[in-house]
Nanobody, 122 residues
């Protein structure tokens, strides 16, 4: 099983920025997407951003223009102009499913990290 480790979470005020990183190793398949999901207390886990093997990116509407996913070597999520609604545990995940590029189905992702907490205060 692959190893996925997130880092970079923290607490910021509204309007602040954070940069999350994700290191994946021992991935036994050819990955098609790497993605970020988040889960706030009492909410379901939701996809936030994904990066496909061909460089295609996908974002949920609420973070477009504020978040940027990239993978110069390890996976990063640059989060700017953070809002209290962005608060949650952020998880990095890896998918071997080509369809992951066009959807945020958690079931497409096999290897998951333990998460890093992001807290945005008003």
């Amino acid at each position: 099983q692959g190893q996925v480790v997130e880092a970079g979470g923290g607490s910021v005020q509204t309007g602040g920025s954070l940069r999350l990183s994700c290191a994946a190793s021992a991935i036994s398949y050819e990955w098609q997407c790497m993605g970020w999901f988040r889960q706030a207390p009492a909410n379901e886990r939701e996809g936030v951003a994904s990066l496909a093997f061909d460089g295609t990116t996908n974002y949920i509407d609420s973070v477009k223009g504020r978040f940027t996913i990239s993978k110069p070597n390890t996976l990063h999520l640059q989060m700017n102009n953070l809002k209290p609604d962005d608060t949650g545990m952020y998880y990095c995940a890896v998918s071997p499913v080509p369809a992951c590029a066009s959807s945020f189905r958690a079931g497409h992702y096999i290897d998951w990290g333990r998460g890093t907490q992001v807290t945005v205060s008003s």
